[in-house]
């Protein structure tokens, strides 16, 4: 099995699958792998042949790898994000598990979706899934806020019950969503304002590396309920190994414990 991305460096992919690997006596590998574009039909060939079994897809692969994929789950077609592919009767699988790692993690934290109003900051490659998950989560208004307003418009062709907001804009919102890569670098910030803000409201980050960005330690020290997005890291590579292997992964303190190095 693979995962493979450009940069790979920082992918914990192989830590979880390993771990899984082991604990259920699996006998495979998983490895990560640096491609460029150019690779991608290499890729496809691997897998035809039996040498790859399975690969996830990350950044910033996602959205190439469709045209090399036979069919697509619902999910990879309305994203247009692929995450996890395999061969089934001779014919390559795209499917989406970031979906499912967000739905997830999400009702994990126990915070009802329901009927809430949810405010995205970012429109990159996952708030697609992340808008998707929303709306089966029945979220009742997605607002999306983006430095480039041209690709929140973009993303309202495919999902067309959003509302956008010019970045700098604060909307009234239950639970506020960073999916910009804003806090990758520990000391970056984000220039938008919180502090009008009541304190019952829930900041979600997608970042889990490093664990607490300034988006969520600011919100924390100010007494809003925060997480980060390692269940939804774990989440969705337990949705891909259950894809490979027909069952789902154990996720207890272990697992936990792999992503804190
Ligand atoms: P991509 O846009 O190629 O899919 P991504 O990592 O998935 O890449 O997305 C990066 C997100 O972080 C984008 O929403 C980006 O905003 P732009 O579309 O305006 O580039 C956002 N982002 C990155 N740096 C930012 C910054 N300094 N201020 C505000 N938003 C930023």
């Known amino acids: 099995y693979l995962v493979i991305g450009n940069p790979i460096d920082h992918s914990y992919s192989p830590q979880l699958h390993n771990h899984w690997f082991k604990k259920n006596n699996i006998k495979a590998i998983y490895k990560k792998e640096k491609l460029n574009l150019s690779d991608l039909k290499d890729l496809v060939l691997r897998i035809k042949d039996f040498k790859v079994s399975g690969a996830n897809v990350t ?95 973009i993303l309202k062709k495919t999902f067309n019950k959003i509302s956008i907001v010019d970045w700098g804009e604060i909307p009234n919102f239950d639970m506020v969503i960073n999916a910009t890569s804003l806090g990758l670098n520990e000391k970056d910030e984000i220039n938008l304002d919180f502090s009008k803000v009541e304190k019952s409201k829930f900041f979600y980050d997608v970042i889990y590396n490093p664990q607490e960005t300034n988006f969520l330690k600011k919100a924390r020290e100010v007494g809003y309920k925060t997480e980060n997005g390692k269940k939804m890291f774990i989440y969705q590579a337990a949705a891909a190994f259950h894809i490979w292997h027909n069952f789902y992964p154990k996720i207890n303190d272990e697992v936990y414990k792999l992503l804190n190095k």
Do not use: C, W
């Open 59 to 153: 950044v910033p692969f996602k959205r190439d790898i469709i045209p090399y994929i036979d069919e697509l789950s619902l999910e990879a077609k309305i994203t247009q994000s692929v995450n996890t592919i395999y061969l089934n009767d001779n014919k390559l699988v795209g499917h989406n598990t970031d979906v499912e790692g967000f739905e997830f993690a999400i009702k994990e934290t126990k915070f009802d979706t329901n009927g809430k109003t949810i405010f995205i900051l970012g429109a990159g490659g996952v708030v697609p899934s992340i808008i998707y998950a929303l709306n089966k989560m029945n979220v009742s208004e997605i607002i999306i806020t983006n430095r480039t307003r041209n690709k929140s418009d």
